[in-house]
């Protein structure tokens, strides 16, 4: 007799070796695993990835709408001075048919106001507002209000013309640093200015012919510079003034004589 046959079956236990976590079994040709991570691997990996994603589209949607938050924050800002500019004005409601939209720090203004005045001082009011770099003025004026006219026009740019011609703006040589006689004069150009509304004014700079021609226009730009600020630090609204500096262009005398070359080293005031 096999007493082996007559033993009861029973599975056998095959044992990894310590180092591994999974112990196996088999039994009637299945195999069956306990310990390890199964189907959980791969389950977890899945998961992890689809975080992975949620949180990289959070990421994209913050940058995509970062722009238009900003944007908005420098409308809010920009309205806010408005508000306060209509307040200064004793009108506090001149501005509220101006639409603003803000597009790269620029400033886009529409809809009417009541007077010039009024759309100047809107102007300067948004160039007030930290992060704003330009303003596109569309605006209009109301049906009604007086533009500088042709008159004011002429009689300020022939005021100017005889203050410059009496006392010629002058500049240390070869720099863009005002001569302190100039001062006076420009101090009375900045009260004249101040007394008009809604002129825009341009200053050109010019120089005589001698030395490099870029380098000129690149002085005349200066100089042209620092009439202008020396104007706003007298008063003068900003977003009234423009500088543009010509060079040796457009001569008034002989660049060959002493003379002449020292009229065509001047400041022109243009008003319109």
């Keep these: 007799m096999n007493i ?35 189907g959980l691997g791969p389950l977890m990996r899945t998961i992890g990835l689809v975080v992975l994603v949620i949180l990289l589209l959070v990421l994209i949607a913050k940058n995509c709408t970062g722009g238009d938050s900003e944007e908005a924050s420098l409308q809010d800002q920009v309205e806010l001075q408005l508000a306060l500019a209509a307040q200064s004005t004793g009108d506090g409601t001149v501005y509220e048919g101006v639409d603003v939209t803000i597009t790269d720090k620029t400033v886009v203004l529409t809809g009417e106001v009541p007077t010039n005045a009024d759309k100047l001082n809107a102007k300067q009011a948004a160039l007030r507002t930290d992060g704003i770099e330009d303003v596109v003025d569309n605006l209009t ?26 006392e010629p703006i002058q500049f240390t040589v070869g720099s863009a640093e005002l001569e302190a006689e100039s001062n006076t004069t420009l101090d009375r150009v900045a ?17 005589d012919s001698q030395g490099d021609s870029d380098e000129n226009r690149i002085l005349s730009q200066e100089r042209a510079d620092t009439v202008r600020q020396y104007l706003i630090d007298r008063g003068v609204e900003a977003i009234s003034l423009s500088s543009v500096g010509l060079g040796e262009a457009n001569p008034i005398a002989d660049n060959e004589t002493e003379e002449g070359r020292a009229r065509n080293r001047r400041i022109e005031f243009v008003v319109t």
């Excluded at 310590?18 to 390890?36: F, L």
């Design 4 to 38: 082996g046959s007559a033993l009861p079956q029973r599975p056998l236990l095959m044992v990894a070796p310590s180092g591994n976590r999974r112990t196996t079994a088999r039994r009637g040709g299945a195999i069956y695993g306990s310990g390890g991570d199964g």
């Design 141 to 166: 004026v109301a049906a009604g209000a007086t533009p500088p006219g042709p008159g004011d026009v002429a009689g300020l740019q022939n005021q100017l013309n005889e203050l410059v011609l009496a």
């Design 191 to 207: 009260q004249a200015i101040s007394s008009s509304d809604g002129v825009i004014i341009e200053i050109r700079g010019y120089t």
